[in-house]
Structures are given as structure tokens and as C-alpha cells.
T-cell receptor, first 115, second 113 residues
Framework: GAVVSQHPSRVICKSGTSVKIECRSLDFQATTMFWYRQFPKQSLMLMATSNEGSKATYEQGVEKDKFLINHASLTLSTLTVTSAHPEDSSFYIC???????????FGQGTRLTVV | ELKVEQNPLFLSMQEGKNYTIYCNYSTTSDRLYWYRQDPGKSLESLFVLLSNGAVKQEGRLMASLDTKARLSTLHITAAVHDLSATYFCAVDGSNFGNEKLTFGTGTRLTIIP
């Protein structure tokens, strides 16, 4: 099966610092990757769609300058939370697709806590 | 805008009983997914339903899709404690030229011994 690895699984950072989360497709090339955010006891909310070699497409209400997404290769996308604040604390999950009309595979998630 | 609703939001049931979770969506889509999420974990794929009338079964879980009614069901047979988790359905926008998944609200299932 397709494996998507997300790192780190947990991170604690201080307010005002930046945190980078990596999402890697280990055994396939991912033309598209997605980043989601999940608050406790809520559903997943799509933040942005990331295509290799092009700028990410952000969902309405998501600050692109705060949540920087880079999809530098067909196996790696990164999400950087800049100048993090406690309200950015959440569970962040990535997913990756091989191509159009294929199933998305999810990473293990990253629990971000900003103190 | 595609909207996906699940009901019930919370479900507490006894071991050995049967129950069904419903997933309704607002616009045409031929692709529907069911996922399981355990506390503190990411999503585990359960079923991928790709056409009207599709039915898939794995163990005590069975999922079906009616694209005309815009409805999918996840049926649990003879529930066991291990099935306690939150279940999400999700629909993609491939009919509209995008691959984004829209998730349902989730159903938190608790199986009581």
C-alpha cells in the first residue's frame, strides 16, 4: 500500500517561533498533497492544496503568509507555521495522491502545541 | 459548495447490537470514502465507494453508496468494543474538476460492554 510519513508527530514551540512540518510519500510520487487542520472533537478542515512545482492553493480564511506551504518535489511537501501563537495549536494532517482520480493517503498527523 | 452531513454525531451502543451511520452530501459525486479515527491518531481508510450501488464489507462493517439519493451508509453488525472510534465520511469534488475531500462532521461511536 501507499505510505505517507509525516514528521514530527508532536511538537511544542514557544509563541512567536516558526515550526516546520514535513509530509513525505515514501513509495510513490505525489502529484498533489493536501494539508488539513483538526481541532479537538471536530472534523478535518482543508487548509490548502499543494501541487509539485507550483504555488499552493489556500482555502478561504486560511492565511497564506502564516501557513507557508512548499511542495519542492514529488515526494515532499512542507507546512511552516510562522510566528506561531497558542491559537495555532491543533492537529495537522497531510494527505497525498498519486494522480487525478486516485485515493488520497494520510500521514500520521502532527500535534502542535504553542506555549 | 459541497456539504457533507453525518448522523448521528454521537452513538453509544451495546456490544452485539447493530446500527447504521448515515452520510448525506449536497451535490453530485460518485466517490465517497469512509475513515476511522482513534483518539490522537490520524485517519485509517476503511472503504472507497466509486459508483452508484457500490457495497463493500470488511468484518463487521459494511458500507454502501446511493449516488442518486446522495447517501452513504456504514452499517455495524454485532458491535464489539474494538469498533469504538470516530468515523468520518468524505466526498471528493472530482465531478467538479477538483480532488479536494470534504469531510462529514464525524460520528463518535462508543461500544459499551
Amino acid at each position: 500500500g501507499a505510505v505517507v510519513s509525516q514528521h514530527p508527530s508532536r511538537v511544542i514551540c514557544k509563541s512567536g517561533t516558526s515550526v516546520k512540518i514535513e509530509c513525505r510519500s515514501l513509495d510513490f510520487q505525489a502529484t498533489t498533497m493536501f494539508w488539513y487542520r483538526q481541532f479537538p472533537k471536530q472534523s478535518l478542515m482543508l487548509m490548502a492544496t499543494s501541487n509539485e512545482g507550483s504555488k499552493a492553493t489556500y482555502e478561504q480564511g486560511v492565511e497564506k503568509d502564516k501557513f507557508l506551504i512548499n511542495h519542492a518535489s514529488l515526494t515532499l511537501s512542507t507546512l511552516t507555521v510562522t510566528s506561531a501563537h497558542p491559537e495555532d495549536s491543533s492537529f495537522y494532517i497531510c494527505s497525498a495522491m498519486r494522480g487525478w482520480n486516485t485515493e488520497a493517503f494520510f500521514g500520521q498527523g502532527t500535534r502542535l502545541t504553542v506555549v | 459548495e459541497l456539504k457533507v452531513e453525518q448522523n448521528p454525531l454521537f452513538l453509544s451502543m451495546q456490544e452485539g447490537k447493530n446500527y447504521t451511520i448515515y452520510c448525506n452530501y449536497s451535490t453530485t459525486s460518485d466517490r465517497l470514502y469512509w475513515y476511522r479515527q482513534d483518539p490522537g491518531k490520524s485517519l485509517e481508510s476503511l472503504f472507497v465507494l466509486l459508483s452508484n450501488g457500490a457495497v463493500k464489507q470488511e468484518g463487521r462493517l459494511m458500507a454502501s453508496l446511493d449516488t442518486k439519493a446522495r447517501l452513504s451508509t456504514l452499517h455495524i453488525t454485532a458491535a464489539v468494543h474494538d469498533l469504538s472510534a470516530t468515523y468520518f465520511c468524505a466526498v471528493d469534488g472530482s465531478n467538479f474538476g477538483n480532488e479536494k475531500l470534504t469531510f462529514g462532521t464525524g460520528t463518535r461511536l462508543t461500544i459499551i460492554p
